[in-house]
């Protein structure tokens, strides 16, 4: 029925109600009027004042469950007659219909609703909006809608724990063990002996020498810091175009636990990638220095979270571009799907710059014994990873 | 119990009281037809009770007989027979009211001439009312059987996801499909189409009550109808907006049972609650505002200004006191009284003489009824105003061609040529009083020797305002930095200079000149979220250049380095 006939209606009520100039007529145009604009002003006045809140915890591990609080609350005094809620949800996490009811609130009430996301992929979901529609108790006027506002939920790709990567370093004076005496630490003494012609005189433990009566040297262990950079490619043609989606989240994954293993080692670690932010939507490089420390373990985590695979910049260029910042002895890992002549070329460049290089290939790969060969012929580390079992290598 | 369980029982409930307010609203169509026919005929008094008898009838009967197909064997053995019963047990009633010794008699004259004697005037007017109520109330039983939706439906509601999905692929197995669109009933349809029905029995209602209520019924019938009893219109308005709101909860109900939305156990009973708690506050609502007038538009109009004009008097009389005041005392001072010899004794000043409104005809009217007849008139020419901005909305293309007429042309030419010079008159006014206020403000204020240097407070800028802000605040840090911004070059450029001393801060930085080339060269609104990204960006970038210009001033204090 539209809004005309109901004044049409009305105007018919006037012109009675004037002709007989009686009381009946104008209690029944009151009575209708009323219940036209008061139901109207009523639902239209109590829909303002509902507010919503939603709280969970904006961060989770996969596999996680993430129980969500939804509080709708009535600020007026007047009572919301019903109101009718559908959260948006993603469907990577929720369940079905997981907020779609209708409920009634009173005046200065609230009405909470829980329920449950199931973490099953990493990603960067949108929680909400919430959609509110109400009407007015007689149904003589449209119903209202509104939106809520929208919160995000982190999901941090899969870590599977590793023990033995086989990263190569140059940088000298770190913590990690090295059997190369090259990379010989100072600081960590590991035994003394007896002078021998050719020892530097600077190595001379004059103290021990004194006391055993003959000269004595002392012997230093090798020690390397294992500074990496992870460069990670998400440019989706160089992927093997079936296994495009898996190849790229197995990428990530491996990104992640490598990361997850120099940080467990206290070592920095930087992360370059050419794949998609969902936060900005950009396309820009994105790199993050290497760091220590679990709360750079984090940003990386929820950067790679976060990121998306698509048709952006080839690997070399980010390769390229970026390493021109890191130091002397840095490790690049390149994660990719296909490495290419263009792609070596860089990394030799990377390699006479002092920059170490390993090439994990990830996902199915249709050529990897002529990468393989192509690697040992530039003496790069090479690895090829069809799937996360594969990983069980670094895990022996 | 379970909720379906539950919100099937509340369903029930709806329904149920649904019917019965049916039964209600007939009645008092009833009543108002047997006092309309009550002018010409004697109408039996039991007319309402019959009425109610038949509305229920009618119900039942219809939810009985729904599923026969219209015209079908079936159906037409159906309705005769119901229509042989109700016009047996109407005669019998009719009959019977008069007494048994006037039935014996009836029935003996049925034997000489049956449709004469059989089909009387009262007897027909009684059928017709009937037969009108019953087609009523078949047409809203059918109604809210529609609202009800079909077995399959109800079905469909309670199916779970995992059911519908299976019902989907097998029609699928089968070439066919589920449209989505077809399975409810359009409630919201049939609602209207319920609405609409009633407003219409209403206004008849009103015409009849309002017909009974005129004088000159009075000469035809040679007695006052004035007093007829008018509750049972009263009565059917307040019951048909108790019907609305109840077949709007059915509507609302069933669509949210085919969208498989949750409803909480509460509505039900807090829509009654609402519901009753509306319609009284509606009742005191019509009590308070006034249903007649005493007073034409015109006594109104002038009674209106009248009061006007002693509030304006009032008000100069209060303001020209104290200069009345001022002269009384000086004229004493100065010895030129009026021969009152005690001048202590001071007559009762009255400033204004305080005349009686124009117009008043009658001095002793009460005030309740001019506020009356002023609220009275006020929504009359509120509810006129309404209904024909409803009916131009509704008629653009009367409108549009009323348009093209050389007369409305003329009109309206002559309407915004009035609107011009009112407009003109209007701010040539505004701009007179707006100086006057200008030099007065200049005259009274002092002069300030306003500082030369102003802090620039990012709090009081626009959202737009802040980002330039910060950017150039970036410039300037970074001139002072040491990596000032050539006039050369374009933000990105200057951005991408400065990310080899910041490396740290790359995305804060291209943040930021994102954001700046955004505020300064974008139409579309900046929202205050964006200012705060930016600012939270210009927070670590300006970090950045702190820590940038330590490690420089270090380096320059201690040059070796040792």
Redesign the interface.
């Known amino acids: 029925m539209k809004m005309g006939d109901y004044w049409l209606f009305l105007f018919i009520l006037l012109v009675v109600a004037a002709i007989v100039r009686g009381d009946f007529a104008f209690s029944v145009l009151y009575l209708f009027l009323g219940a036209l604009l008061l139901g109207k002003w009523w639902s239209g006045k109590a829909f303002t004042n509902i507010t919503s809140n939603r709280y969970f915890d904006s961060h989770t591990f996969l596999g996680e469950a993430v129980p969500i609080r939804l509080e709708v609350r009535n600020r007026g005094w007047l009572p919301v007659v019903w109101l009718r809620l559908y959260e948006s949800l993603p469907v990577e996490l929720a369940v079905l219909n997981a907020v779609n009811q209708v409920i009634t609130l009173g005046a200065r009430s609230q009405c909470v609703l829980t329920y449950n996301l199931q973490a099953r992929k990493r990603g960067y979901y949108a929680i909400g909006p919430l959609f509110a529609s109400t009407g007015d108790i007689l149904g003589l006027s449209s119903e209202q809608h509104d939106k809520g506002g929208v919160d995000h939920l982190t999901v941090y790709p899969k870590i599977i724990p590793l023990t033995r990567p086989r990263l190569p370093s140059h940088s000298p004076q770190g913590t990690l063990k090295s059997n190369q005496p090259i990379f010989e630490d100072p600081s960590r003494l590991l035994s003394k002996r007896d002078y021998t012609a050719g020892d530097s005189l600077r190595r001379v433990d004059w103290k021990t020498s004194a006391i055993v009566g003959r000269l004595q040297v002392k012997q230093f262990e090798p020690s390397i810091a294992l500074e990496t950079v992870i460069f990670l490619d998400l440019n989706l043609p160089d992927y093997e175009s079936h296994f495009r989606i898996d190849s790229t989240e197995l990428a990530i994954v491996i990104s992640a636990s490598l990361a997850s293993w120099v940080i467990a080692k206290k070592q920095a670690v930087g992360l370059a990638t050419n794949g998609v932010d969902q936060l900005d939507g950009s396309q820009s490089p994105r790199l993050l220095l290497p760091r220590k420390g679990r709360s750079h373990l984090i940003h990386i985590l929820e950067t790679l979270a976060r990121l998306q695979a698509a048709e952006t910049y080839p690997i070399d260029d980010l390769l390229r571009r970026e390493s021109l910042h890191l130091s002397w002895g840095a490790t690049l890992v390149v994660i990719t799907g296909k490495a290419d002549d263009i792609l070596f070329d860089s990394l030799f460049q990377a390699r006479r710059r002092g920059l170490n290089a390993v090439i994990i290939l990830a996902g199915r790969i249709v050529d990897w014994q002529e990468t393989k060969r192509k690697a040992e012929l530039f003496g790069f580390p090479a690895y090829a990873f069809q799937n996360e079992q594969d990983l069980d290598l670094w895990r022996q | 119990m379970s909720i379906t369980e539950d919100n099937q029982r509340n369903g029930w409930w709806v329904l149920a009281v649904s019917h019965s307010l049916i039964v209600l609203l007939m009645v008092c169509l009833t009543i108002s037809f047997a006092q309309f026919f009550g002018l010409f005929i004697p109408v039996s008094r039991v007319l309402p009770v019959l009425g109610g008898g038949i509305v229920m009838e009618a119900i039942l009967t219809y939810r009985v007989t729904r599923k026969l197909s219209p015209f079908s064997t079936e159906w037409l053995l159906a309705r005769g027979a119901e229509w042989v019963v109700i016009l047996a047990i109407v005669k019998l009633v009719t009959e019977l009211q008069h007494g048994i010794p006037t039935f014996m008699s009836d029935l003996a004259a049925w034997q000489e001439n049956f449709a004469y004697a059989f089909f009387t005037g009262e007897y027909l007017s009684m059928l017709f009312v009937l037969f009108f109520v019953w087609a009523c109330s078949t047409l809203y039983a059918s109604d809210l059987a529609e609202m009800e939706g079909s077995d399959f439906f109800s079905g469909y509601a309670n199916m779970n ?1 995992a059911e519908i999905a299976q019902v989907r692929s097998t029609a699928a197995l089968y070439g066919m499909h589920v449209d989505d669109d077809t399975l409810p009933s359009n409630c ?1 349809e049939i ?3 319920l ?2 029905r009633t ?1 219409t029995i ?2 008849l209602m ?2 009849i ?2 017909f009974l ?2 004088d000159r019924i009075t000469i035809w019938q040679g007695q006052s109808l004035a007093q007829v009893s ?1 509750i049972n ?2 009565l059917y ?2 019951f048909g ?1 108790a019907l ?2 109840l ?2 909860l059915s ?2 109900r069933t669509a ?1 049972r085919y ?6 156990l ?2 039900t009973p ?2 009654a609650f ?2 009753l708690t ?1 319609i009284i ?3 005191i ?2 009590f308070i ?5 005493s007073l034409g538009l015109l006594d109104t109009l002038m009674y209106v200004l009248g009061v006007l004009r002693i509030i304006v008097e009032f008000v100069i009389g209060v303001i020209m006191l104290p200069v009345l005041l001022i002269f009384k005392l000086l004229s004493n001072l100065l010895g030129g009284g009026n021969g009152n010899d005690n001048p202590g004794e001071s007559q009762p000043i009255n400033p204004v003489e305080t005349p009686a409104p124009i117009g008043i005809q009658n001095p002793s009217l009460p005030w309740w009824d001019v506020v009356r007849s002023s609220l ?1 008139w006020a929504i ?1 020419f509120i ?2 105003g ?2 024909t901005y ?2 131009i ?2 008629n653009r293309v009367l409108f549009s061609a009323l348009k093209s007429l050389s007369l409305w042309r003329w009109l309206m030419q002559a309407w915004h040529w009035l609107k011009v010079k009112v407009k003109v008159v209007r701010c040539g006014l505004a701009s007179a009083v707006k100086d006057g206020l200008v030099k007065i403000n200049a005259i009274r204020s002092k002069p300030v020797q306003k500082s030369e240097w102003r802090i620039a407070n990012p709090y009081r800028m626009t959202p737009r305002q802040q980002i330039i802000f910060f950017y150039l605040a970036l410039a300037r840090r970074g001139r002072e930095a040491g990596f000032p911004r050539h006039a050369s070059q374009t933000p990105y450029e200057y951005a991408q200079f400065i990310t080899y001393e910041l ?2 801060e ?2 804060a930085l ?2 930021l000149t994102e954001g700046f080339i955004d505020a300064r060269y974008s139409l579309h609104d900046v929202t205050p979220e964006k200012a705060n990204k930016i600012k939270q960006a210009w927070a670590r970038v300006r970090d950045g250049l702190r820590s940038k210009s330590k490690r420089s001033g270090k380096k320059k204090s201690n040059p070796t380095g040792s």
């Open positions: 996801n919201r609602h209207n189409r609405l609409s407003l209403g206004i009103v015409v009550a309002g209520r005129q008018v219109v009263i308005f307040i907006i609305s709101s077949t709007n509507a609302l949210w969208e498989h939305v949750a409803i909480t509460h509505l807090r829509w609402y519901c509306f506050g509606l009742g609502l019509t505002l006034p249903t007649s007038y009275f009359f509810i006129i309404i209904a409803q009916y909305q509704q490396a740290d790359r995305d291209i943040e």
